[in-house]
């Protein structure tokens, strides 16, 4: 059974910095691009992050570029999301999606809330 655990959110100020990570299980890890979605209340989902298992290289959404980082620990079947200078905007859900040429899955998602 493949499980996608998410940690790392919670409640932090407009500025500040929240590392997000997702554990997978159940799968062959280095075989899936894993990526961050975020979805806002009233707003439609929208992509985040990505790393990409083929060349290890990594996108990002225009409105987190040069604040946020995704990295990779295969050791650990873990992808973390690095979030600094989060704005008000950057509350929302944040889900883990695991995609291969097969298949995808996608985790709960931890709810981030930025206070001003």
């Known amino acids: 059974q493949v499980r996608l655990v998410e940690s790392g959110g919670g409640l932090v100020q407009v500025g500040g910095s929240l590392r997000l990570s997702c554990t997978a299980s159940?799968?062959?890890?280095?075989?899936?691009?894993i990526a961050w979605f975020r979805q806002a209340p009233g707003k439609e989902r929208e992509f985040v992050a990505s790393h990409v298992h083929k060349d290890g290289s990594s996108y990002y959404a225009d409105s987190v570029m040069g604040r946020f980082t995704i990295s990779r620990d295969i050791a650990k079947n873990t992808v973390h999301l690095q979030m600094n200078n989060l704005p008000v905007e950057g509350a929302a859900v944040y889900s883990c999606?695991?995609?291969?040429?097969?298949?995808?899955?996608w985790g709960p998602g931890p709810q981030v809330t930025v206070s001003s």
């Open positions: 159940g799968l062959t890890f280095n075989q899936y691009t």
């Open positions: 999606n695991a995609i291969s040429d097969y298949d995808q899955h």
